[in-house]
């Protein structure tokens, strides 16, 4: 935790590395809504995922202007979710041992 720029307590969001004013859960917004759903909905988050990994293809990389923005920010939350995923089953396996 450290002092913002505005003078108040910041934190450094664990999943993107953002700067986030919320010290208690240390995650930004976009995290903390994403995390919300994912764990809500794990099955149909991984349904989600594999329609992207066969949507978002190097070939479709003539993308420009904001479709490509678009791809990049969803791509950027693929990543997320995928640690929120790993990071979950890794917290079931140890409260199982």
């Known amino acids: 935790m450290r002092i913002g720029e505005q003078g108040r307590d910041v934190a450094t969001c664990e999943l993107c590395g953002n700067v986030t004013p919320m010290i208690?859960?240390?995650?930004?917004?976009?995290?903390?809504?994403?995390?919300?759903?994912?764990?809500?909905?794990?099955?149909?988050?991984?349904?989600?995922?594999?329609?992207?990994?066969?949507?978002?293809?190097?070939?479709?990389?003539?993308?420009?202007?904001?479709q490509h923005a678009l791809i990049e920010h969803t791509l950027f939350q693929a990543v997320l979710i995928r640690k929120i995923l790993k990071d979950k089953e890794e917290e079931m396996k140890n409260a199982g041992s």
């Open 24 to 66: 208690g859960t240390q995650r930004c917004d976009t995290c903390w809504e994403l995390e919300k759903y994912v764990q809500m909905y794990p099955e149909l988050t991984m349904k989600i995922l594999n329609k992207i990994d066969g949507f978002i293809t190097p070939d479709k990389a003539y993308l420009h202007g904001y």
